[in-house]
């Protein structure tokens, strides 16, 4: 597909789809928690993508092969991907994961503001700032009554460290050479890279095992398949295609999704302002994705 200027319906179905995943994933994580250590999760979640991976751009034909000037943005991107689970991991093992949940979703926060200044035709205009205060204000209201559940202040600064290296992740695709490279490349130099470097780190923050069950395992199973692989190319195969604050601005759904999984799943309270929540968020996005109005 062509790049587009603005969004469509089938940008928007498919990056509210995504957002879903990811929620789930957040619920998944936390649970998976119980049974493997978060760094080690992550790691162990990392190489088994790289697997999955490779098994996948051999039956694409895709290639290996990635350009030398590729090679910097390429390893920034993995470094950064690295942080970014490293801490979001370790939040969801310290706090709630609706609190780690919607600190990590203000990342189109920052996305956006970068990219007022470094991407050419995706300046905030007064509509899309709008939309991002909107939908922020939504995620707030669904979080602002919930009672009980940790909260910690590192699992906290954790989660925001973690969008920071998510919006730094966009930036360096875009600003790079890596942005000519396929998205199923840039994704093996993420995986690969975090393997690498998160196994190795992962006996320094404790056990790495904790009560494995099967659940845990199914866990870590949906986290290598449904998210790192395939929702990741998803996810770096639209923002090849979109604008990528308006790509990332349906993450502000994400944080809404886990809410109501974390009442259906972990059978979590949840307030009647989530509703009006949902109202706020989709204006906010509506308002962010409006197709600009071409002058007659």
């Known amino acids: 597909m062509e790049r587009k200027d603005h969004m469509d319906l089938f940008g928007a179905v498919a990056l509210i789809t995504f957002a879903l995943n990811l929620s789930f994933s957040q619920v998944v994580v936390a649970v998976t928690n119980g049974g493997f250590a ?17 098994i996948w751009m051999r039956m694409r034909g895709v290639s290996l092969h990635v350009p030398r000037a590729a090679l910097l943005g390429g390893i920034m991107s993995g470094l950064l991907f690295s942080l970014e689970f490293m801490c979001l991991f370790t939040a969801l093992d310290l706090t709630t994961v609706s609190r780690a949940s919607v600190i990590f979703y203000s990342m189109p926060v920052w996305l956006a503001l970068i990219a007022h200044f ?19 204000t939504g995620v707030a209201i669904a979080l602002a009554d919930r009672s009980g559940g ?27 050479p890596l942005a000519q490279v396929p998205p199923a490349q840039q994704l093996m130099f993420q995986v690969m890279i975090s393997a690498v470097v998160m196994l190795p780190l992962a006996p320094l923050f404790g056990p790495l095992v904790r009560e494995v069950a099967a659940i845990h395992v199914a866990g870590l199973l949906f986290q290598i398949i449904a998210v790192a692989t395939l929702g990741f190319l998803a996810w770096f195969w639209l923002m090849s295609i979109y604008p990528s604050s308006s790509v990332a601005s349906f993450s502000f759904l994400s944080p809404v999704f886990s809410v109501i999984l974390g009442w259906l799943l972990l059978s979590e309270d949840v307030a009647p302002t989530v509703w009006g929540a949902l109202v706020l968020v989709a204006s906010g996005i509506f308002l962010i994705n409006r197709k600009p109005r071409v002058p007659r």
């Open 38 to 54: 978060p760094v080690f999760q992550a790691g162990l979640r990392s190489a088994g993508a790289v697997v999955v991976l490779l």
């Open 118 to 136: 470094f991407f050419p035709g995706e300046g905030l205009t007064p509509g899309k700032t709008l939309g991002l205060i909107l939908a922020m």
């Open 150 to 176: 940790s909260v910690s202040w590192a699992g906290d600064l954790l989660a925001l460290t973690a969008a920071f290296c998510w919006a730094g992740i966009v930036v360096c695709v875009r600003l790079t």
